[in-house]
């Protein structure tokens, strides 16, 4: 024995399950059921009863690891989903990418209408900053300004919404890779990162902790999007949830259409390595569940 | 003499030249031409040279009456303007009122597709967030994360989202005059309101005079949609700068249709005269601005 210390053995469905619990009854609470005329559904719709939750589970792992605020962490946990799940809405419509399929369900403008999916996009964004703003005063303001600044960020033209058009702009182009890594840096890279720096800023990181949270941020967004490019031609429309083979019918540029199917699937173990290095290097305390994240990200089947 | 403060005569335009130029200024400096693959150009188009920029007067001019953090005002003025600004942009998109000139020119969707002005809109309003929390300590936490929390209820399903779904259901129904003010006191009034409770936000209103101000506000937002429906059936569309007669051809429910025109004029009136009052009531220092920018409300002709 060295006196190292061994940490014991880590089990993420176990620790996923306690917080997807508090995120699904958080979220439910606060996509309001109420709304006017409608709308309040199509939010739900939306939002409730689907999708990984990665993005929640990143907040609460950066949070975790930096012994942030929890009642911060779960707010902001909600909040990047609600953003996710806005974006989701808006890129399925006919004037987008006009997928009917999400989640193994009807798109919200198949089943509410288009200017209900809008608007229900839309009310879901400004929900998403309510959330990090609460009136009480249990969450300093210095971190609601923190999370409120950083989340419009990872959203706005310099991060996802940024992204979608260039996306946009380069359907049927051929790009190098590093045009695609900066497409998808901002397209999806953005808000995972954003997720991880959210979760930090629930505590009070010291900067070499939080250079490891971005570094691994970073390489756990672009690892997400070339296992996603690579799903998208190796896995089926009921195992996605949505449909499959979409990214090559649109002619889209994608990892796999870059470098092939196998560079690809080095690139994204690559990745993780790169993502795992950068936690091993810092003096965060417990690592485990952001460790564990990251190789489902890489491991998974959709 | 009695000794009683008599105020200097008040001019708006030259009150209002001031400040709008301030407003345009930030705003083409905050509406980045950089954003990428067209995205701040069709944000630009959506926002500058054009509008009244009703909202950011309210701001400023609050703001002014409370002595507020003179940063923090100009921040707020140009955030709720981006609010409006997207707001319009998914408004006239076909699957919503599909509209095809605003303030006399193409809307965005007709100059840059349906995509880029859906994704240009996403991206204005987190820009809206994104101003209200800059990374600088010129203004204080506390008044960041306010102006964050009013601006997220005043735009979304409580407020303006809210109300556009209300409408959107409404089309072709009878009202009562009390649903037509609840519609409109989300669809229109939240963000006027809003602009004013902003303003307010950027100084330290004492109990009194900040129930002045939203009576104030509530007035006014309803005087703005009342006007807005009485011009809609009397001003030509140059005038306007939008498609005249619009609410009638898409058989909507307005002031006009509920009260009539005579009716209708007289609201107006009162409105005015309740904003006026809640002013008069109060110990605000200066509301010479707030007064003569509800008197322009309600005798505008576009």
Not at 62 to 73: H, K, P
Not at 160 to 182: F, H, P, S, Y
Not at 231 to 243: N, R
Request: hydrophobic share 45%; proline share 3%.
């Amino acid at each position: 024995m060295t006196g190292q210390f061994v940490q014991p053995s880590f089990d993420l469905t176990s620790w996923s399950g306690e917080r997807l619990e508090r995120v699904e009854r958080a979220l439910s609470g606060w996509v309001v059921a109420d709304a006017p005329a409608g709308l309040g559904e199509a939010m739900r719709y939306a939002v409730l009863d689907g999708g990984k939750r990665l993005r929640p589970l990143l907040v609460l792992a950066a949070s975790e690891a930096v012994q942030g605020n929890a009642e911060a962490a779960l707010r902001a946990a909600c909040a990047v989903e609600l953003i996710h799940a806005y974006s989701l809405v808006h890129d399925d419509m006919p004037c987008m990418d006009n997928d009917v399929l999400r989640r193994g369900k009807p798109t919200v403008h198949v089943k509410f209408g288009q200017a209900q999916a809008l608007l229900a996009g839309d009310a879901l964004q400004a929900l998403a900053f309510e959330l990090l703003a609460p009136p009480d005063r249990a969450i300093p303001d210095s971190v609601q300004a923190a999370l409120c600044r950083m989340l419009a960020r990872a959203a706005g033209h310099a991060g996802m919404a940024g992204g979608q058009a260039i996306d946009l702009a380069n359907v049927g182009q051929v790009l190098t890779e590093a045009q695609l890594r900066e497409m998808h840096s901002r397209k999806t890279g953005a808000l995972l990162l954003g997720s991880v720096m959210m979760g930090a800023a629930c505590g009070q990181p010291q900067g070499r902790a939080l250079a490891a949270l971005e570094a691994y941020g970073r390489a756990l967004g672009l690892a997400f999007q070339v296992v996603d490019d690579i799903l998208d031609v190796t896995a089926d429309s009921v195992t996605l949830g949505k449909t499959a083979g979409k990214d090559a019918d649109q002619n889209k540029p994608t990892y796999v259409s870059v470098l092939g199917l196998d560079r690809s699937r080095a690139y994204a173990r690559e990745l993780l390595a790169e993502a795992l290095q950068a936690l091993a290097s810092s003096d965060l305390a417990d690592t485990r569940a952001l460790r564990a994240l990251a190789t489902m990200v890489v491991d998974r089947d959709n």
